[in-house]
């Protein structure tokens, strides 16, 4: 009788083991991702930020210390408005 409990209480332990890692692999989202990106104000002043998007809505913005820059007040930021999107 003692062999069943311990056989029943390994295949529980066994079948919650499996389930979570089923439920750990699916809330896995495929559609996040991280990058750097410089965001420049009006008068030129450019910072790089570590951004963190799911899908196309960036849920962290955390500024990179040290990384950055001002432009001269003739400079233009050569990249396109689809480039300055944060996601």
């Not at 991702?33 to 930020?49: F, L, M, V």
Request: proline share 3%.
């Amino acid at each position: 009788m003692k062999k069943i409990w311990i056989l029943v209480i390994y295949l529980v332990v066994i079948s919650l083991a499996i389930i979570l890692l089923i439920k750990a692999t699916d809330s896995n989202n495929l559609n996040y991702y991280s990058h750097t990106k410089a965001i420049c104000n009006e008068t030129n002043y450019c910072q790089d930020y570590h951004i963190s998007c799911d899908e196309k809505r960036a849920i962290i913005i955390a500024p990179i210390t040290g990384a950055v820059v001002q432009f001269p007040e003739n400079w233009k930021d050569p990249r396109n408005e689809t480039e300055k999107e944060l996601c």
